[in-house]
């Protein structure tokens, strides 16, 4: 979160993401910081996933993730 505020904050446009645990973890970041940045959420868990697993992840939210950049 704090880098995707240093970056916004410097024009460059970011989208935060993470998987669904980190949602609560995210909005008290935001809060804390002030900044609401663009986020997508996607499955959890992340580190024992297969490289097809993670392109799929990948390929669900890329329409998010573009979506947030174009905000």
């Known amino acids: 979160m ?3 505020t240093n970056l916004e904050t410097r ?7 993470a998987s669904e645990p980190f ?3 995210a909005d008290a970041q935001s809060t804390a ?3 609401n940045p663009a986020r ?12 097809e697993e993670m392109q799929a992840l990948a ?3 890329i329409e998010r993730i573009l979506k947030g950049i174009q905000a």
């Open 2 to 4: 704090h880098d995707t």
């Open 33 to 35: 910081l002030g900044f």
């Open 11 to 17: 024009g460059i446009p970011t989208v935060f993401v």
């Open 40 to 51: 997508v959420f996607v499955g959890h868990p992340i580190q024992d996933r297969t490289d």
């Open 59 to 61: 390929d669900d939210a």
């Open 23 to 25: 949602r609560e973890a």
